[in-house]
């Protein structure tokens, strides 16, 4: 392979591994809803991924995330918000391609594909008033999971405070 087919597999093989690096996040909110008046909240659903310390790790880290916005966890008895959180996992898989040489000027150029096979992980936050049993907010973040649990902590805490960062919600018109 010479160099320039070198480079510019390197160069690709880059592209495509930085594009996987942002977490994916949405929200999505009742606008009739008036946060303010929300202070408790309860679990109704933890998250279930098959691993008992990771499903730990996002329960403490939404309390956390909700406790910094003055929000308060009730273990038992009423409470203003439920909230539950779903996880999923989806196996996907990539073509990567990579050329030698340049092709063109009598010269064929040679191709190479790897299947790269990856998991995508989204994290599902709803939250539903207690009192109208409606919902009233939604967060999902999304991203490549690694085989390393502590990347997948970190990856989690960050996908968590993206999720939460201009929550709650501000009310229609401010």
């Known amino acids: 392979m010479n160099i320039r087919g070198t480079l510019l597999g390197s160069v690709l093989a880059m592209t495509a591994a930085c594009a996987d690096l942002d977490i994916k996040v949405h929200t999505d909110y009742d606008p009739a809803a008036d946060f303010s008046k929300y202070k408790t909240y309860s679990w109704i659903k933890t998250p279930q991924t098959g691993n008992p310390l990771m499903e730990e790790r996002m329960v403490q880290t939404v309390d956390a995330q909700l406790s910094a916005k003055g929000w308060r966890k009730i273990a038992a008895g009423p409470s203003d918000v ?88 501000k009310p229609a018109g401010s």
Do not use: C
Request: aromatic letters at 10%; charged letters at 20%.
């Open 82 to 169: 439920a909230l539950g959180v779903q996880v999923t996992a989806q196996e996907q898989e990539r073509v990567d391609t990579f050329y030698s040489g340049w092709g063109g000027y009598g010269h064929m150029g040679m191709a190479q594909s790897e299947v790269i096979k990856y998991t995508v992980g989204t994290i599902i936050v709803d939250m539903f008033d207690t009192r109208t049993k409606q919902p009233i907010w939604r967060g999902t973040a999304t991203d490549t999971v690694s085989d390393d649990p502590q990347k997948n902590t970190a990856l989690m805490q960050e996908a968590m405070e993206k999720l939460f960062k201009g929550f709650p919600p």
